[in-house]
């Protein structure tokens, strides 16, 4: 079966930095369309980070744009997001997520998800 395993969170004080890591297996990389990060928050919705596609185009939430950057390792089945100048409201836990193209119709994946949290 499918399994995300994320890694690479923790405490840090604001302005810190973290590296967060999802390895993913049970799954063919050539079969992924998509990687990316969401993350929640206490008493919020669940919000897109940042995402890569299977020909690197990536997208990053406003509020995170010039601090987060995604990258992906393919020979590793691996997306990464690189966190830095965090701030106490990065707070939450990260989740991976992995999305299949068309021909998997789309399959998406998650993982169970890394506590991030940033002291002030």
């Known amino acids: 079966q499918v399994q995300l395993v994320e890694s690479g969170g923790g405490l840090v004080q604001a302005g810190g930095s973290l590296r967060l890591s999802c390895a993913a297996s049970?799954?063919?990389?050539?079969?992924?369309?998509?990687m990316g990060w969401y993350r929640q928050a206490p008493g919020k919705q669940r919000e897109l980070v940042a995402y890569i596609t299977s020909s690197s185009v990536t997208n990053y939430a406003d509020s995170v744009k010039g601090r987060f950057t995604i990258s992906r390792d393919n020979a590793k089945n691996t997306v990464y997001l690189q966190m830095n100048s965090l701030k106490p409201e990065d707070t939450a836990v990260y989740y991976c997520?992995?999305?299949?193209?068309?021909?998997?119709?789309?399959?998406?994946?998650w993982g169970r998800g890394t506590q991030v949290t940033v002291s002030s």
């Open positions: 049970g799954i063919i990389g050539s079969t992924i369309y998509l």
């Open positions: 997520n992995v999305r299949r193209g068309l021909t998997y119709m789309n399959d998406n994946y």
